[in-house]
Structures are given as structure tokens and as C-alpha cells.
């Protein structure tokens, strides 16, 4: 079915799933590299010692691009560390000069063991940060808040960690309002956010249950839909998309307004779901909609 993916990995939120809602304090002014701490030994305790300290409430940004992305969309980044800090600022010269000098404030040097200590598996470009999850009362009110310019994109129950990270990254690109999560995977999982490459800054992401889905008219991908071809979405709409292994769930599709069908070749079973999700936000732009 079109909203399906029955060959993706079943993922469940289980015990790795922490929810972290709500906002957490923002830290003390000072604690990154200050302008006396270069990249050299006195850089370096403060740093570790701050990521320790704010290590378990923190969302972990794995990687140069996530870092950048969470820069870029005015995440508060409190520690960033990477093991070669001349060639982080070198690929943010040539692949973000908007934020390079954010990072040269930011990031401070540490040893590559102290970095696998940090991050059992860190990214290949060896760079890593901790940032302060938005808060979820803002996340609400984004959310709910009336006429909306852009669609929200609603994962019902979940269960790939990917996939999830994945469709973050496509509505963030679309400028979607946001992406809800029902069920147990935690939108925020480090998995997950590793997936978004940091865009989880650029929109609003949170877990909601079906009755508590944002306003507007509730589009919801299903195989026995209308073709999606002859519809124009609206902007303020609400799209669905049921759990890769068994689709949408009976609560879900109580709440639809439209059942709506992505076109597929007769014998080809499924779709990715963010590949859906990218078809179904694409069409949206291409009737009407524009990506902020």
C-alpha cells in the first residue's frame, strides 16, 4: 500500500525512547570556548566538563551538518567539540560561510578519545554538539496557531527511526509548520534526530495523540483514497500518513476528512515513507503551496 513499507525495519520507541518534553533551562551564559580559550589545552576541560554536565538533557547533534543546520535555525548550542577544528571551520568556509563564525565562537578541540568517549559512534566528519530542545509549549502554540501558511505533515505510530528523521528533513525543505508523531517513537530520539541532520530546528517537531492533532482539514494517505492527482491540497492541511507496517490506524482514519491515494504502478506493493511524504509535499507545492 502506498503509505506502507512493509520491507523497512520495524523500530519501536521501547526503552531507547526517552521522552524529553517541555523546555529545558537555558544554560548559564559562558559556558562554551570562551574568547581566551583557544583550541589548545585550556579549551578543553571546560568543554568536556560542560558536555557532561548537560550531556542527559540535551539533544545530540551528530555531525558538521547538524550542527550547522541547528546554527543556522537559531538552536541554542550551548558545547560543540571536534577533533580537528582548523578542518571544521575549513568545511564551513566552503559549505557554510553563513555560520562559520558561529562555529569558530562555538567549537573547541578535543582529542579523538575524548570524542569517542563523548559519542561512542561519532560522524565521519568528527564534529559534535549538544543543543536545548525547543520548547514544547512553543511547539504547541506553532502548532495550533490560525490561518497556517503550510501543511502539517502527522506520522501515525511509527516505527522506523529513520524514516522518521527522514520525513523531518523533507518538511523542514518544504517549510511544512511541523511534524507530529502518534505512538510511542519519540520524535527526538537521537536516532532520529541524527536523520534529520539537525533540521528538527527549522520546524516543529512533537508527539501528540490523535486528539490532539492541530486544526485544519486532515488529508490521510490510504491505497483506497482518491488519486491525489486531481486534488489541490491546502495549505492549512493536515497530511496523514499511516505506520510502515500496518498503515493508518482506526483512530486516524475516524479523524480524516479525505482518504487520498499516491499513483503506483498495479503489483508494486509499497512506498518508502518518506518518499511519500516527499510526493504528497511536493504535489502540495507544485498546486499552489511555496516552501517558505
Known sequence: MNERD??????????DAV???????????????????GPGDE???????????????SVLLDGFHALKHAVRFRADVPVAVTTDRRAALELAGELAPDVRDALEALLAEVPETTLKALVPRPHPTS??????R??????????????????????????NLGNAG???????????TGVVTTGTLDPWHPTVVRGGAGLHFATAVERLTVDELPPGPVFALDPEGEDIRGLKLPDDAVLAFGSERTGLSA??????????????RPQVSSYNLATSVAMTLFHWSATGGVPA
Open 19 to 37: 521522552d524529553r518534553t517541555g523546555a529545558f533551562a537555558r544554560p548559564e551564559s559562558g559556558v562554551g570556548p570562551s574568547a581566551a580559550d
Open 43 to 57: 579549551g578543553r576541560p571546560d568543554a568536556v566538563r560542560t558536555w557532561h554536565r548537560l550531556a542527559d538533557g
Open 251 to 264: 483512530e486516524l482514519r475516524s479523524r480524516a476528512d479525505h482518504l487520498v491515494a499516491l499513483p503506483m
Open 134 to 159: 525547543p520548547s514544547r509549549a512553543a511547539n504547541l502554540e506553532i502548532l495550533a496557531r490560525t490561518p497556517r501558511s503550510t501543511p502539517v505533515v502527522v506520522l501515525d505510530n511509527p516505527r
Open 166 to 176: 527522514a520525513v523531518i528533513r523533507l518538511a523542514a525543505g518544504f517549510g511544512a
Open 6 to 15: 512493509a520491507d523497512a525495519p520495524e523500530t519501536t520507541a521501547g526503552a
Open 127 to 132: 564534529v559534535a554538539a549538544l543543543a536545548v
